[in-house]
């Protein structure tokens, strides 16, 4: 399922480590994780699902809308991901994602983190189900009788 993609691991693991907002959209879910690692007395650091957009200003509008306390991020990295979901583990992305709110005492981001992985893997099953009998896909070629 991971196909031949060529991605950066070194590099991925050191944007996730300075990254202020990341999203990591999964083309094959239609969805992508985003994570606002800003924090202050009022709001904790964001870790969720959401839907892919269709340009980074629809991003930037979301997160307006989901964090309006918070000023503008800077910056938003955006990484995509054409890789199984377990791939984010086995390359230690993921752990790389935890440890940015380990070092801060981010303990629900942690938790957050653990129910979005859950999330993505259901998903990852789900469409897999889709691909074996689902109406949304289709044979291209058929094998004749």
């Given amino acids: ?16 480590e300075k990254a202020e907002v990341l ?6 879910l239609r969805r992508t994780l985003l994570v606002d690692t800003r924090y202050d007395v009022e709001d904790e650091p964001l870790v969720r699902l959401v839907p892919m957009v269709d340009s980074i200003e629809e991003r930037f509008r979301s997160i307006r809308r989901l964090r309006p306390r918070l000023p503008r991020p800077e910056s938003i990295t955006v990484i995509p991901w054409p890789k199984a979901v377990d791939s984010l583990v086995r390359l230690n992305i993921w752990a790389k994602l935890i440890d940015r709110f380990v070092g801060n005492g981010q303990v629900k981001a942690v938790k957050a983190c653990g129910a979005v ?8 099953q789900e469409e897999i189900g889709e691909v074996i009998s689902g109406p949304a896909y289709y044979t291209i070629w058929e094998r004749k009788a």
Avoid: A, C, K, N
Avoid at 1 to 16: A, K, N, V, Y
Avoid at 23 to 28: C, D, G, L, M, T
Avoid at 117 to 124: F, N, Q, V, W
């Fill in 1 to 16: 399922m991971d196909g031949d993609f060529r991605l950066d691991i070194g590099e991925i693991q050191r944007t996730i």
């Fill in 23 to 28: 999203s990591v959209y999964f083309p094959r």
């Fill in 117 to 124: 992985l859950e999330e993505l893997r259901r998903l990852e």
